[in-house]
């Protein structure tokens, strides 16, 4: 446990791993592996019958499917859906059939592996006391296959500001000096905790506008499961607050990166 301080504001930092997708108890996968050709593959949308491209907008959405991404084989019919973890609600599509097209659901070992190189490399440069890392977190985009990890230090160095921008192991790399991350702004505003108390909700967040170390806004996505809604709070990074809320009475897509 480490102490850091951004301004006059003094911000305990955990020297934990922050990970958007939790890694729950592993199930026995019974479905069918993809061929090698068919992991390497790129989702084609435009070879897809619409009523398929809408089940794969909708699995995006659902926070129970922990979809990590998805490819597809124009041969064989059939979309290979890559789950971070196997559930009830994911395995259940496994076979179903689409329009003539094949849903077939599978535990993403490769990112698992991916995720894990991550970590130990982290945890490596952790050790280094110039580069001051307290914390991490990161996240994926399903759609578009960005991958990004977000490095909290107690102050700035020239060990840590290296490491700002650059690619590990396929996920870029941001550097913060010892602020909450904004998730954690967002879910401790009143206004917020108001709208989500007592609810079952998944987080995510989207860079809105990085202005250097003078504006930095990001969207938070709170997707509520039910009844379905989502709440968006902007955060002021550098301020560290919620500076607007806006409610949908749906769930929404977040923007591209």
């Keep these: 446990m480490k102490k850091a301080f951004a301004g006059k504001r003094k911000v305990l930092i955990i020297g934990i791993v922050f990970v958007i997708a939790i890694v729950g108890i592993m199930a026995t996968p019974m479905v069918k592996q993809p061929d090698e050709a068919g992991k390497r593959a790129e989702p084609t949308e435009n070879e897809l019958p619409t009523e398929v491209k809408s089940e794969i907008e909708r699995l995006l959405l659902e926070p129970e499917i922990h979809l990590s991404r998805w490819s597809v084989n124009t041969a064989e019919k059939r979309v290979d859906i890559f789950v971070y973890k196997l559930t009830p609600e994911n395995e259940r599509l496994n076979g179903k059939i689409i329009d003539g097209w094949t ?5 993403d070992v490769e990112f698992k ?105 990001v969207d938070v996505y709170i997707r509520i499961k039910e009844p379905k809604k989502t709440v968006i709070a902007t955060v002021d990074v550098v301020k560290q607050e919620v500076i607007e809320i806006n409610e949908t009475s749906s769930w929404i897509s977040i923007p591209e990166r």
Aim: net charge neutral; no cysteine.
């Design 103 to 107: 849903m077939n659901i599978s535990e």
């Design 113 to 217: 592996r991916g995720e894990e190189k991550l970590n130990a490399e982290l945890k490596r440069l952790k050790e280094k006391p110039e580069t001051e890392i307290g914390a991490w977190s990161y996240g994926w985009d399903p759609r578009t296959g960005y991958k990004d990890v977000n490095i909290f230090v107690g102050n700035l160095t020239p060990e840590n500001q290296q490491l700002n921008g650059k690619t590990i192991n396929g996920w870029k790399v941001h550097v913060w000096k010892s602020l909450l991350p904004p998730k954690e702004v967002a879910l401790q505003d009143s206004r917020v905790k108001e709208r989500i108390e007592g609810k079952e909700y998944e987080v995510k967040e989207h860079t809105r506008k990085a202005g250097g170390d003078k504006e930095i806004l």
